[in-house]
């Protein structure tokens, strides 16, 4: 019996938690100091040579069902975890191996119940004055010989003794400090301690204060606290069989300002100001960072840059067309074609049109900026000045409905996309841009020799019609186009950025169609459209010789089956992207593999290698949906086949690569704090929360995959303390992780730089990304091989979340746009990343408040503590085709008291969040 079979027996027999114990032995690691890291080799797959299609499995007429794991969320998972055995894959770190078999054991505080009153002793020249009895100065020198307090005791406060001289308004001058006696106890006797050596005099906290100053290097058991907060029973049961805890955050804990632009970041500032609290600092923080700094980045170039670049496109094309309009009475294929093209730019042009006017408001912003004042137009006005055809296609666009055949062009589109979603609702110059670009992404000018679409509200033309229409379309573009270089370098400049960023269009662009067009030799463009057998010609030609995309998209009608048909060839003005994610799920759903009614964030980490995202699988999927474990193991090993220089291709592969490497970073990577089941469900909600944010931010430009079934006075006291000592802080040791980071912000720059979308307050703070990157990836190397990290480096990483506040804004005038209020800055987010056509539903991802992790440290730099830290919360569930959620709509889910978050929830997460912490 193989192991995932072993996992489902396991899920039917077993209706209790096995208990999670370490998964690596001394015998799992020997001789790991000679591994090297997973490095990914061979050669790799560029998108003009596409993956082969795997076999189709056969259909079932399955769709997702709840099974054992998913019916019976905590007590299935935790079944699951129970049995997930550490990824072959991994090499652990070797030098923490001496750790991982050690137990979590918390030591008792000293009870100080009986006292009303306590301090601790702070220093090192404390003194026990038994039977000694002070009114005035002159009594100091009666004081008898003191008995040595060692740093660290707790003695009982049992009463204050003032001066009665007025000279130092109660204190008494004492060995050149000022300050108050004490009245106390030591070894059964009464008498007097001087209160600059003292600590907590006030506290209810100072068993913890105590035991804090033990050093954190002798810490050979865990202590119950971590900061002065006491861990309850329920958060020290779950570190003791878990080593991590995840905690639910209240929106009440933390608050949002522009300098405290983000929930994360927010949560970990108001954590580091706790200055005794040891700090985890986890990928998640520099993912949701960095995922910020993009967005806006992106929101930034889009309004600034992209916006202009594209209305004078658009205007440039029009002007073009009127040089070629043929006679007004004319009805050959060329005007027919020619009326067409007008339109296409037309559509474009009023959505454009129906941005708002901007202008600069005299509120001023941050230094160097001001608020952007949106005017919005009369839309019905502006409708009106544009042909009956435009119109008809625009209300259909602003409507944003549901999927109809459009009225110009003739096959099923889905309308639903239309709507402003991401970044795009927070400005009306947004919105336009994103409908439009939308458009222009969309809008399938058919190629094809393919099947007819046979599914959508109503019939439309079959493949050889809509081709016989949109083909001479694309000529007059492709004719306009090459004729004027200005108009190419205008398109250029808008395509090839996001081509850098994000990755290739996955359909024909003019990189493509212009050489196919020269081959065809065409003399006379009127005669050569009015000739309905070159035309044909013409599609036989471009369907042998031109790459059909790889992701099926609303063409998803004509997409592989068990057949073997290919994607519908066909050119867009701006095709949208295709990334290897949507690549993945394009692989996994229907009509591909037609078992499956809807994907899974699990079937993204599985493909990349994650063990923990197989064994939820297997506990979930697998057992209904046939031929999935196959198709997912066949990518699994596609994706271990690529060079490292893969994933720095573009900033897209490089945070998959981020992703990768978090989902990656599970149990058998060999910390003490990974190396127990839970630990699983950190690094799927780290991998799978940086996936969400990715989506999010490159909503409009990344193909979606498509499927159907088919003091007192003028003295104050002064003190010889010591200080504590400082807590040592952490930051999760991912090597990986942070190689990917470092190249996903160099490639923003070198973008930036070429297609001139950065200046010097961009290039400033790329320069500081870097430099923090640089850093924590110099301490994680440390960390990784149990080697000391500075003083200076430890007490550097507690500064990390404040260092990320003015990376993450974006510069100058910018600022105020994408600021203007709390609620902007929440940092739950959603984004739709898969539509089944048939069922009518979207599969939405997202983030919510971040979650409270502590998490059980063990090595040679801080010994055994519980450190503080926050990682993603994700969210995976359905929706509507035609309720494709914007963040507005979801925060206002997300914030609420009664948010059902469980609902929302992929099962693999579900209840795994301890309740509020009690002090909130």
């Not at 019916?71 to 001496?98: F, I, M, Q, W």
């Not at 043929?326 to 093209?341: F, G, N, T």
């Not at 271990?640 to 998959?656: E, G, K």
């Amino acid at each position: 019996m193989n192991k995932k079979k072993l996992i489902m027996v396991i899920l039917v027999v077993a209706g209790f938690f096995v208990s999670c114990t370490p998964q690596n032995s001394s015998s799992d690691i020997e001789g790991s100091e000679k591994a090297e890291e997973r490095s990914l080799v061979t050669e790799t797959r560029q998108i003009s040579d596409p993956p082969s299609a795997p076999v189709e499995a056969a259909s079932t007429g399955n769709h997702i069902e709840e099974t054992a794991a998913e019916g019976s969320d905590v007590e299935g998972r935790k079944t699951v975890l129970a049995a997930l055995h550490r990824n072959s894959k991994l090499v652990p770190a070797p030098a923490h191996a001496k750790y991982v078999q050690d137990e979590v054991d918390f030591t008792t505080l000293q009870d100080l119940s009986e006292y009303e009153q306590t301090a601790v002793i702070g220093s090192r020249v404390a003194l026990f004055y038994p039977e000694a009895d002070l009114k005035t100065s002159t009594d100091l020198d009666t004081l008898p010989q003191g008995t040595p307090l060692p740093i660290s005791t707790i003695i009982p406060i049992l009463g204050r003794v003032k001066n009665e001289d007025r000279q130092y308004y109660g204190f008494f001058f004492f060995q050149n400090n000022y300050n108050f006696f004490y009245k106390t106890e030591w070894e059964g006797r009464p008498g007097l301690v001087f209160g600059a050596d003292l600590v907590g005099t006030n506290s209810k906290l100072n068993a913890i204060t105590s035991r804090m100053y033990k050093s954190p290097v002798d810490f050979e058991q865990f202590s119950p606290f971590t900061g002065f907060y006491l861990l309850s029973d329920a958060e020290r049961a779950k570190l003791k069989s878990d080593r991590i805890a995840f905690q639910e955050v209240s929106p009440s804990e933390y608050s949002l300002s522009l300098s405290k632009p983000d929930d994360m970041i927010s949560l970990y500032m108001d954590t580091a100001k706790e200055k005794q609290t040891p700090l985890f600092i986890t990928t998640d923080l520099i993912a949701n960072g960095l995922h910020l700094f993009f967005d806006k980045f992106l929101q930034y170039s889009e309004e600034t840059y992209f916006m202009p670049r594209l209305d004078a496109l658009v205007d440039a094309y029009i002007a073009a067309l009127k040089s070629m309009t043929p006679e007004p009475e004319a009805d050959d294929a060329y005007a027919a074609a020619y009326r067409s093209v007008l339109t296409y730019f037309s559509i474009a042009d009023c959505l454009i049109a129906l941005a708002p006017t901007t202008s600069q408001g005299d509120q001023e912003g941050p230094p160097g900026s001001q608020i952007t004042v949106y005017e919005k137009k009369d839309q019905e006005q502006v409708l009106s000045t544009y042909p009956e055809e435009v119109q008809s296609e625009v209300s259909l666009i602003l409507a944003a409905a549901g999927p109809q055949i459009s009225p110009n062009f003739h096959y099923n589109e889905d309308y639903t996309q239309y709507k402003p979603r991401g970044h795009y609702t927070k400005n009306g110059v947004l919105e336009a841009y994103f409908r439009t670009m939308m458009w222009f992404g969309r809008l399938h000018m058919y190629i094809s020799t393919g099947n007819d679409p046979v599914i959508g509200p109503a019939p439309q033309d079959s493949a050889e019609d809509l081709s016989l229409q949109h083909l001479p379309m694309v000529a007059i573009i492709e004719t306009i186009t090459a004729s004027h270089q200005d108009i190419y370098d205008a398109w250029k400049a808008l395509f090839y950025p996001v081509t850098d960023l994000i990755g290739a269009s996955d359909d024909l662009s003019f990189k493509e169609i212009m050489p196919f067009f020269d081959s065809l030799k065409i003399s006379d463009l009127v005669v050569w459209i009015d000739d309905v057998n070159q035309l044909k010609a013409a599609i036989r030609d471009a369907n042998e010789t031109l790459k059909a995309p790889l992701i099926s998209g609303n063409s998803v009608f004509e997409a592989p089956s068990s057949e073997g048909r290919k994607q519908p060839l066909g050119w867009r003005l701006f095709g949208q992207r295709f990334t290897y994610d949507s690549y993945i799920h394009q692989q996994v759903s229907p009509p591909r593999l037609m078992s499956r009614d809807i994907v899974r964030g699990l079937d993204v980490m599985k493909a990349f290698g994650s063990e923990s995202a197989d064994q939820f699988l297997a506990a979930s999927d697998y057992p209904t949906m046939v031929g999935l474990e196959e198709r997912l193991d066949e990518l699994e090993a596609e994706f271990d086949a690529y060079p490292a220089d893969f994933w720095q291709q573009t900033y897209y592969n490089a945070v998959l690569d981020m992703i990768r490497s978090q989902a990656l970073f599970e149990p058998g990577s060999g910390f003490f704090f990974t190396e127990t089941p839970m630990w699983a469900v950190k690094s799927e909600l780290s991998a799978h929360g940086t996936w969400a944010a990715l989506r999010h931010d490159t909503i409009l430009y990344v193909k979606q995959v498509y499927a159907e079934r088919a003091g007192d006075g003028d003295y104050n006291e002064t003190f010889r303390t010591e200080p504590l000592p400082q807590p040592v802080h952490y930051i999760e040791p991912n090597r990986q992780f942070f190689k990917g980071a470092r190249s996903a912000v160099n490639l923003i720059a070198k973008s930036g730089k070429t297609y001139q979308l950065i200046d010097e307050q961009y290039e400033r703070k790329i320069a500081s990304w870097q430099q923090l990157l640089e850093r924590m990836k110099q301490i994680v190397d440390l960390e990784y091989v149990d080697e000391q990290v500075s003083a200076e480096d430890v007490a550097w990483i507690r500064t990390i979340p404040q260092q990320l506040v003015p990376l993450v804004q974006p510069p100058g005038a910018g600022y105020a746009s994408y600021a203007e209020d709390d609620d902007a800055l929440k940092g739950a987010i959603v984004a739709d990343v898969f539509t089944n056509a048939e069922a009518g539903t979207v599969l939405e991802v997202g983030l919510g408040i971040p979650y409270r992790i502590y998490v059980c440290l063990n090595d040679g730099q801080g010994g055994k503590r519980v450190a503080v830290g926050y990682t993603f919360s994700y969210y995976e569930f359905p929706m509507p085709q035609d309720k494709r959620m914007t963040n507005e709509e979801w925060r206002a889910m997300v914030y609420a008291p009664d948010f059902a978050a469980e609902e929302h929830q992929p099962f693999w997460s579900r209840g795994v969040n301890l309740a509020i912490r009690a002090d909130q």
